[in-house]
């Protein structure tokens, strides 16, 4: 089983460069959502989608965008780098019926 | 808001010993979830454990058990016959079970526990 899988795994980027972080579950969960991890700060959601067609921000959206392409797949979106975007990006995915929520394998992202 | 608490930013432990973390929330809510997950150095989320706060019987793992009291919105998790594997970051979270539109069942995090194991 695939479960929730994310890419890149890691990633350079030049300050004021774009790029897309790609997610795409297999468990046919409704629910889907971006955190990322800093260090001493635990997991911070930045962007979540409750259903296919719609998003939301989360405690930290600002300089991100995302697209719920369908019901497997949510990218997360920098548009204008800053390196204090740098940080490990975990895509998640759940339902209310499992009661829990999977990862990905974190994205590690440098900003410089 | 909920806001999950772990008072412990590192612990250690002698292999094969029992080892105790802690981790406190608040809620206004009646029913929820709580959670246990292990972050080794790969960075790998794994689930350990999960609570349902209307059950009252602790949840048990193999090895890995909780110690719930949801009146003190407690929930410590309780590691036994510690394993050199079960070096890692311990976080704790909280998600609503209640279809509210502002968080949609996400998870939320404290800001976790290092653990090490020695051998």
């Known amino acids: 089983n695939a479960g929730v899988t994310q890419t890149p795994k890691f990633q350079v980027l030049k300050t004021g460069q774009s790029m897309t972080l790609q997610c795409a579950q297999d468990?046919?969960?409704?629910?889907m959502y971006w955190y990322r991890q800093d260090p001493g700060m635990g997991l911070r959601l930045i962007y979540y989608s409750a259903s296919e067609g719609t998003t939301d921000k989360g405690e930290v959206p600002n300089g991100y965008n995302v697209s719920r392409l369908n019901k497997r797949e949510f990218s997360l979106r920098l548009e204008s780098a800053a390196p204090s975007q740098t940080s490990v990006y975990f895509c998640?995915?759940?339902?209310?019926?499992?009661?829990?929520?999977?990862f990905g394998e974190g994205s590690w992202l440098t900003v410089v | 808001a909920q806001t999950v608490t772990q008072s412990q930013p590192e612990m250690s432990v002698q292999e094969a010993e029992t080892v105790t973390l802690s981790c406190t929330y608040d809620?206004?809510?009646?029913?929820?979830?709580l959670f246990w997950y292990k972050q080794p150095p790969s960075r790998q989320m794994i689930l350990v454990i999960r609570?349902?706060?209307?059950?009252?019987q602790n949840a048990t793992e193999n090895r890995f058990s909780v110690n719930f009291q949801k009146a003190a919105k407690s929930f410590s998790l309780k590691i036994s016959d510690s394993q050199l594997g079960d070096a890692a970051m311990y976080f704790c979270a909280y998600r609503s079970r209640e279809n509210y539109g502002g968080s949609q069942g996400n998870l939320i995090f404290g800001k976790g526990t290092k653990l090490s194991v020695k051998p």
């Open positions: 809620t206004s809510e009646s029913d929820y979830y």
């Open positions: 609570q349902e706060a209307y059950k009252q």
């Open positions: 998640a995915s759940g339902s209310w019926g499992t009661n829990t929520i999977y």
């Open positions: 468990m046919n969960h409704n629910s």
